[in-house]
């Protein structure tokens, strides 16, 4: 009963620093996503994915890159951190494709840039 | 651009009473899906009611309803008979199809609910 599977949980990071946010998920979904959320401004997507190999730029895309390897897993990466990505970083999954259905979140992931 | 838009930043209701939240949206698209989720304090994001966009009738899941009104693009939850498990923060959520066929998935502010006993 897994579900959708953030790691880690929490990261400080020092400015310039990179990191990889693991996700994945084994409800067999083809869509991907992932958000960041910020005091008082909802949930932001920053990319998302259809299947494997197939990214695409969402509300907030500036600073982050996206890999979905396969079906099951899709990681964030920041490559030189700057303390405006100090956020809570949720990836969900939902059936697609061409299919409407309601998204699946993960734990979050607290990242702290000092 | 899809837009989601909660114009109440915060709410309070007492126990046992009912309380609306707003949501109103932005969309050219006539095939999609609505929803309304839940975050309590432990961060997990909760599926409350959702709504397709075809669907004439007003979705209900127990305590949960909505007021979806497609031509006035509004999209209101009812919360009846509140609980103070319903304190949470509460947001609105729109899902499309894009080509390729992904689906984006954009979600309003939110809007911060407190039950008061």
């Known amino acids: 009963n897994a579900g959708v599977t953030q790691t880690p949980k929490f990261q400080v990071l020092k400015t310039g620093q990179s990191m990889t946010l693991q996700c994945a998920q084994d409800?067999?979904?083809?869509?991907m996503y992932w958000y960041r959320q910020d005091p008082g401004m909802g949930l932001r997507l920053i990319y998302y994915s259809a299947s494997e190999g197939t990214t695409d730029k969402g509300e907030v895309p500036n600073g982050y890159n996206v890999s979905r390897l396969n079906k099951r897993e899709f990681s964030l990466r920041l490559e030189s951190a700057a303390p405006s990505q100090t956020s809570v970083y949720f990836c969900a999954s939902s059936e697609g494709p061409y299919r409407l259905t309601e998204a699946f979140f993960g734990q979050g992931t607290r990242l702290t840039v000092v | 651009a899809q837009t989601v838009t909660q114009s109440q930043p915060e709410m309070s209701v007492q126990e046992a009473e009912t309380v609306t939240l707003s949501c109103t949206y932005d969309?050219?698209?006539?095939?999609?899906?609505l929803f309304w989720y839940k975050q309590p304090p432990s961060r997990q994001m909760i599926l409350v009611i959702r709504q397709e966009a075809y669907k004439q009738q007003n979705a209900t899941e127990n305590r949960f309803s909505v007021n979806f009104q497609k031509a006035a693009k509004s999209f209101s939850l009812k919360i009846s008979d509140s609980q103070l498990g319903d304190t949470a923060m509460y947001f609105c959520?729109?899902?499309?199809?894009?080509?390729?066929?992904?689906?984006?998935?954009?979600f309003g502010k939110g809007t911060k609910l407190t039950v008061n006993p």
């Open positions: 409800m067999n979904h083809n869509s």
């Open positions: 969309t050219s698209e006539n095939n999609y899906y």
């Open positions: 959520a729109f899902m499309k199809q894009v080509p390729g066929g992904s689906e984006k998935l954009v």
